[in-house]
């Protein structure tokens, strides 16, 4: 049986009935305690400090704190040019040799989807890491990918690309608050390779999955851009009423840029509700320039 105690040695100052351990050298580190070999004491949690370098195949395994992770597809033990065996001895020339052929018959089963795979998932949960995704926009994103790898649809593409348009997709499916131009930034590759991706996705691979693109929505923006700007919940509130009413008078969005539309909303009510914000201020969250902004103001107060 275990117990803790503050003691260096094991021992409590309030609990003398409890025996001691006299001997430092018999404590050891075992899954973060510092406990007693001899007699089972624990004396606190222990953390990693510093890294220790490992030279030998004991210390290896000594100092392993992590196991791998299988990956839901292909084989999980890959042989590869092994020159030593588990224990750290050298191989003959032989057994090397074979290693070599059966590393190469390996490679020679694994399939191109399977390769392809092991190139984008990692890929695409790096770039869903640092946009701060969702678990089942992800999910919904590895399956858009992995039906745009079964119909071959990245033969002479690029993987990015794709991986980039099949996160996009998701997000639009689920309505999530994510501008095409912050996952481009973030993944760093041109705008234009993503938007052909896209475009075969939504294409080719939503019809067979039974999933529907959803464009971006303006009164989703124009919450978004208000929250970044700090106004107030009655300005985006009341720009949402002004896109509403402009709509009934006659403007058409289609064609218009969603984002330049929400700016323009809250602009003209940040000015109205006395919370003014230069348009430079806007431009700039709403990611548009500030004639874009200039233009769209007058297309909607032509409505009212």
């Known amino acids: 049986m275990s117990y803790y105690h503050k003691h260096p040695y094991g021992k409590d100052e309030e609990d003398d009935d409890e025996p001691c351990c006299p001997n430092p050298d018999i404590i050891v580190n075992a899954e973060g305690m510092r406990v007693c070999q001899n007699c089972g004491l624990t004396f606190g949690q222990t953390f990693v400090d510093n890294e220790r370098r490992a030279y030998t195949t004991e210390e290896v395994q000594s100092r392993r704190r992590t196991e791998p992770k299988w990956r839901s597809f292909g084989p999980r033990t890959v042989i590869t040019g092994v020159q030593s065996d588990a224990r750290g001895h050298s191989l003959g020339a032989k057994q090397q040799a074979l290693f070599s052929r059966l590393s190469k018959i390996q490679g020679s089963l694994v399939s191109s989807l399977e390769r392809n795979f092991w190139e984008a998932k990692p890929k695409l949960n790096a770039l869903a890491l640092k946009l701060s995704i969702p678990n089942q926009i992800v999910e919904t994103s590895w399956k858009i990918y992995s039906e745009v790898a079964r119909q071959k649809l990245t033969m002479g593409r690029s993987i990015d690309g794709f991986v980039t348009a099949s996160l996009y ?94 700016a323009a909303a ?29 233009t769209r103001v007058k297309q909607i107060k032509s409505y009212l």
Request: net charge positive; charged share 30%.
């Open 169 to 262: 997709a998701a997000i639009r499916i689920h309505e999530f608050p994510r501008l095409l131009e912050e996952i481009v930034e973030v993944a760093m590759i041109p705008l234009r390779s993503v938007h052909r991706s896209l475009g075969l996705i939504v294409r080719k691979v939503f019809p067979v999955l039974k999933m529907k693109y959803k464009p971006v929505t303006t009164r989703s923006l124009v919450f978004r851009f208000g929250n970044e700007l700090k106004l107030s919940m009655t300005t985006q509130t009341k720009a949402a009423e002004l896109l509403q009413l402009s709509r009934k008078a006659g403007l058409r969005s289609m064609g218009k840029d969603p984002k330049g539309l929400a």
């Open 266 to 294: 809250l602009y003209m009510a940040s000015k109205s509700e006395n919370e003014k914000r230069t348009q430079a201020d806007i431009a700039a969250v709403a990611r548009i320039t500030e004639v874009t902004l200039r």
